[in-house]
């Protein structure tokens, strides 16, 4: 998954993204597949019932969308991390939860590792120069929020390490987490650090207090002081990064309060706009995905959000996780997760009062820490909503959780109606959503490598949904004076993005007159 990326430059955002989905609906297909093999019965917890009710609640919405393309994806995206939490729970129920947690721990740092080769001068077409030290994801905002969500449990890995060895290997992650998280700069993730930590630092103490483990004090000194190294080598150690201040860190640290201009004023817009947006459609949303569809036209004018060279959103999705879901699902869906999430907390405190040694309660603490990082994140920048943070928020979440009580069950062994209803659905929508991935990164490849007006039309085919891609075809039509390639792609541009300018001002040179809304 981390290092999924495509070298198709044309492509900034999609080249780290499309990879990366591709990886999670073909894990999400994996693990459905192997839950029809020996599964006779689907349990359900509350949690597992609310988190349902916001999957169809967003289904719903996606009706009323006017992009189905983006809309698709997004609940797609959800869709893929949800069956990712209950197959990491149930991999977790069967007595692996440490080598689960390992290798996920083990991914965070990865991650980390090429955001790291990228500060310190390595160079690869799978790097973007764009947003660096993004390592393969493009932007390093989306590896510092990770490392921000995954320390936690690497904390948890270093507490419980049963040998010098891995306990080593566990303090060299701490320092490779602490050296990205300073050279990424990310206010969002420095932030959502803080929250984990106060969560730890008081589960801790409440552990040392119940059974006054010596190795907790000595093993939290030991990631201290590796944690410390790491920021002091990411601050001394020269790099690469061409940063436009001569204070950049401190600068960092100062901005995490300064909403009166930059990022954070342009938030303060953005999420003021976007909650109109919200409550002009508080049942459904403007659906999945399509904030960057509607967001345009109740932007006022000079919103720091919109492109007002192309008349479209700087990113398609807006800087938090909580005003997305409003804006896109709906105040319903919204609640449920939000539910949800909450009960997730609710049993992990149930699981730790009842620990009975220091060993039950890390789970249900890593959890808790967890989840606050990915809140504080996602009140800042998106995580839920990208395929990276939802395979490995869900997956850590569906590892650490604690059992708790059945309220439903429904079967599932194929020898019944109802269980081979439910098990086909899930599989034909798994392998629907990792083909269209499949697709879409066939799409880039061949409109990457396109010399004819054929070819670029193949990669459209492949990719329908690809507003670039209709767009720069519309492009080649207007240079070549073909107004049947402007009309039928600019066509399809407009559909897809109607707030955008430049597919009508090519429509109408060619005698298609629009009314822009």
């Not at 039950?360 to 603490?365: R, Y």
């Not at 606050?372 to 839920?384: H, I, K, N, P, Y």
């Not at 109606?417 to 899930?426: D, E, I, N, R």
């Not at 193949?458 to 107004?483: F, K, T, V």
């Amino acid at each position: 998954m981390v290092l999924a990326a495509a070298p198709y430059k044309l492509f900034e955002l999609d080249r780290y993204f499309v990879p990366k989905e591709l990886v999670l609906h073909l894990t999400a297909l994996v693990a459905v597949l192997a839950c029809v093999r020996g599964a006779r019965r689907l349990t359900l917890t509350r949690v597992d019932t609310l988190l349902a009710l916001f999957l169809l609640l967003g289904a719903v919405s996606s009706i009323v969308a006017e992009n189905h393309w983006l809309a698709a994806r997004a609940i797609g995206i959800t869709f893929s991390g949800l069956v990712i939490y209950r197959a990491a729970r149930a991999v977790a129920g069967m007595g692996w939860r440490r080598p689960l947690l390992a290798t996920l721990a083990a991914a965070i740092v990865l991650a980390s590792l090429t955001s790291l080769l990228q500060a310190y001068g390595i160079t690869s077409d799978y790097f973007s120069l764009n947003r660096a030290p993004g390592g393969t994801f493009g932007n390093r905002n989306f590896v510092a929020h990770l490392a921000a969500i995954g320390a936690p449990v690497l904390l948890v890995i270093l507490v419980r390490a049963r040998r010098a060895g891995g306990l080593l290997v566990a303090c060299a992650g701490v320092a490779v987490l602490a050296a990205t998280l300073v050279l990424s700069r990310s206010r969002a993730a420095m932030l959502a650090i803080i929250a984990g930590a106060l969560v730890l630092a008081w589960g801790i103490w409440a552990a040392h207090r119940r059974w006054n483990d010596p190795r907790i004090a000595r093993r939290l000194a030991l990631a201290t002081a590796f944690a410390v190294a790491g920021v002091a080598a990411a601050i001394w150690v020269p790099n690469t990064l061409n940063w436009k201040s001569d204070s950049p860190y401190l600068d960092t640290v100062t901005g995490v309060v300064n909403y009166r201009e930059g990022s954070g004023h342009g938030r303060i817009v953005q999420y003021t706009t976007s909650l109109k947006l919200a409550m002009a459609h508080p049942l459904l949303g403007v659906g999945p995905g399509n904030w960057a569809v509607a967001y345009p036209r109740v932007a006022s004018r000079g919103d720091p959000s919109i492109d007002h060279d192309d008349g479209m959103t700087s990113n398609p999705w807006p800087s938090s996780d909580w005003v997305a879901m409003l804006a896109e699902r709906g105040l319903p869906a919204s609640l449920a997760l939000a539910l949800a999430l909450l009960g997730l907390v609710v049993v992990g405190g149930g699981a730790m009062r009842s620990a009975s040694d220091i060993e039950d309660f890390l789970a249900p603490l890593a959890l808790t820490a967890t989840l606050a990082a990915t809140a504080v994140v996602g009140c800042f920048d998106a995580s839920l909503l990208l395929a990276p943070p939802t395979l490995f928020v869900w997956a850590l979440l569906g590892a650490l959780a604690s059992p708790a009580a059945t309220r439903m069950s429904i079967p599932v062994s194929t020898a019944t109606a109802p269980g081979l209803l439910t098990v086909g659905a899930a599989v034909i929508i798994a392998l629907v959503l990792t083909l269209h991935s499949a697709a879409q990164l066939g799409s880039m490849a061949l409109f990457t490598s396109a010399t004819t007006t054929a070819a670029y039309e193949r990669s459209a085919m492949a990719d329908p949904g690809s507003y670039r891609i209709q767009l720069r075809i519309a492009q080649i039509g207007a240079e070549r004076g073909r107004c049947d390639l402007v009309k039928r792609y600019g066509m399809r541009a407009h559909q897809l993005f109607p707030a955008a300018p430049e597919p009508v001002r090519m429509l109408g040179a060619c005698g298609v007159k629009l009314k822009r809304r």
